[in-house]
């Protein structure tokens, strides 16, 4: 059993940067990948970026491409979303996961945080 729990969403100007982080219960958290999904009003469950176990691969929607990065820090349980440049249509509740696979869509993953909210303003 994993319990995630995200923080530092909140409103940032267009242009500016956050950086969210997830903190995770239970001394398996190194053996799982992990996801940051993200919701807009009205919209489906997207992918944002993922990482494998060990940080040695990592992925991203072509729409946060060289703004975000993802990393972990297995001694800490922690896996954090760095996110530069953030744009109006980053606006969203943003959600880590934990699975067993770096996967892109949300069915591939086991365990979600209750989310934290990212406000872009223009």
């Known amino acids: 059993q994993v319990q995630l729990v995200e923080s530092g969403g909140g409103l940032v100007q267009a242009g500016g940067s956050l950086r969210l982080s997830c903190a995770a219960s239970g001394r398996t958290f190194s053996s799982y990948a992990m996801g940051w999904f993200r919701q807009a009003p009205g919209k489906e469950r997207e992918f944002v970026s993922a990482i494998n176990w060990d940080g040695g691969s990592r992925y991203y929607a072509d729409s946060v491409k060289g703004r975000f990065t993802i990393s972990r820090d297995n001694a800490k349980n922690l896996v954090y979303l760095q996110m530069n440049s953030l744009k109006p249509e980053d606006t969203a509740v943003y959600y880590c996961?934990?699975?067993?696979?770096?996967?892109?869509?949300?069915?591939?993953?086991?365990?979600w945080g209750q989310g934290t909210q990212v406000t872009v303003s223009s």
């Open positions: 996961a934990a699975g067993k696979v770096a996967a892109t869509v949300p069915f591939n993953y086991d365990y």
